[in-house]
T-cell receptor, first 109, second 115 residues
Framework: KNEVEQSPQNLTAQEGEFITINCSYS?????LHWLQQHPGGGIVSLFM???GKKKHGRLIATINIQEKHSSLHITASHPRDSAVYIC???????????FGKGTHLIIQP | EPEVTQTPSHQVTQMGQEVILRCVPI?????FYWYRQILGQKVEFLVS????????KSEIFDDQFSVERPDGSNFTLKIRSTKLEDSAMYFC?????????????FGSGTRLTVV
């Protein structure tokens, strides 16, 4: 069974700061997902990665398959980025995702 | 952009009652999933469904739970004889394929409260 660990659990930063959230997992995967969950509860998919790096706007996600590690970066952070960011991994096949506990990010104006 | 639609958004039920949570996945998606999130805890996989049958299920998904795709568009999760500990947010998700080439689309969730 895959163990997914995220750090930090909580992060408070000032608007404009560069944010990094880390995710590590214990067993090889076919894909890693970064998800965003707002206070209302809905989950939005940000990235799906199986190798390398992806960028979307101010968000950048990287993965190192050998080290079983991924990072999510937010450049020029803004209060609207405040949310819980969740890392989840897919072991392949029709198995569902295994989720981390999430990182609760607060960006203060 | 296509959405996964879940109804109802909130459901309150008496302990021991049966509930049905409904989901309309994206029309060209082939894989469907139910997840749950107990308040303050991480999201947990319940079941995946493909070609009108269960593909995988977790240990949480016991005989109390069942899934169905009754009419080719809806995907339902039934919980028989609800317990207090079934109170959680239930998310439906769908994907075109289970491979790493396709992402998931999640619904906005149904918050189930068992009293």
């Amino acid at each position: 069974k895959n163990e997914v660990e995220q750090s930090p659990q909580n992060l408070t930063a000032q608007e404009g700061e560069f944010i990094t959230i880390n995710c590590s997992y214990s067993v090889g995967i076919s894909a890693l997902h970064w998800l965003q969950q707002h206070p209302g509860g809905g989950i939005v998919s940000l990235f799906m990665l199986s190798s390398g790096k992806k960028k979307h706007g101010r968000l950048i996600a990287t993965i190192n398959i050998q080290e079983k590690h991924s990072s999510l970066h937010i450049t020029a952070s803004h209060p609207r980025d405040s949310a819980v960011y969740i890392c989840a991994v897919n072991g392949g096949g029709a198995d569902g995702l295994t989720f981390g506990k999430g990182t609760h990010l607060i960006i203060q104006p | 952009e296509p959405e996964v639609t879940q109804t109802p958004s909130h459901q309150v039920t008496q302990m021991g009652q049966e509930v049905i949570l409904r989901c309309v996945p994206i029309s060209n998606h082939l894989y469907f999933y139910w997840y749950r999130q107990i308040l303050g805890q991480k999201v947990e996989f319940l079941v995946s469904f493909y070609n009108n049958e269960i593909s995988e299920k977790s240990e949480i998904f016991d005989d109390q739970f069942s899934v169905e795709r009754p009419d080719g568009s809806n995907f339902t999760l039934k919980i028989r004889s609800t317990k207090l500990e079934d109170s959680a947010m239930y998310f439906c998700a769908s994907s075109e394929d289970h491979s790493s080439n396709y992402g998931y689309t999640f619904g906005s969730g149904t918050r189930l409260t068992v009293v």
